[in-house]
């Protein structure tokens, strides 16, 4: 009797034990599969060219008096590079704006891209600039590259406007056209400028 009693009670803890092994087994799998799904969700977050996020780490900057923000600081600058027009203001407007990206970044690959622009046209007029300086450069030659340099402003001015209207409209609203961000019908001949030219 005490024989039997053992063999039941011994079938009785085994059956148990394997009812709480498949009851944990089923948690893990739930807990693989959630894992799953949010890797996925993930991953099609980070390979979408048009998804960005704000990276920013503005601590220490308040240069103008404005809201430390990417927004701010976006909003700002394209509002205030269209006030100037006089040519000597170009570059260090450009170059203020550039030398300020230290503190305001993003993630994306098609709004990295529009940033990316925006850099190689301050570097561009930053050229100029020098060449304009020269003393050994040809008078023949000053009115073409001021020519560019005026041409290097205004789609610097284009593209900052375009940028705030991905960051601070949701892209809406009227555009010249010049961002990878909003599928802009004049990126390539912005690029052929930059990199071809």
Known sequence: MKLI?????G???????????????????????????EQVKTEAEV?????????STPEGFNEYGIEPTLEAWIAYH????????DVKEYYPRARRLRNEMKYFRIQGDDLQKDF???????TWMGHLEYVLSRQDTLESDRPR???DL???FNYFTELLHDIDIVINHDGIGETFGFTHQLDGNKVKELETYLYVN
């Open 150 to 152: 005026k041409q290097s």
């Open 145 to 147: 590259f001021n020519d």
């Open 116 to 122: 990316d622009n925006l850099q190689m046209l301050q």
């Open 11 to 37: 079938l009785l803890v085994s059956g148990l034990l394997t009812g709480c092994t498949k009851e944990e087994t089923k948690v893990e799998q739930a807990k693989t599969e959630d894992t799953k799904v």
């Open 5 to 9: 009693k053992l063999a039941f009670t």
């Open 78 to 85: 394209a509002e205030d590079i269209v006030k100037t027009t």
């Open 47 to 55: 390979n979408d060219p048009k998804a960005w996020k704000d990276v």
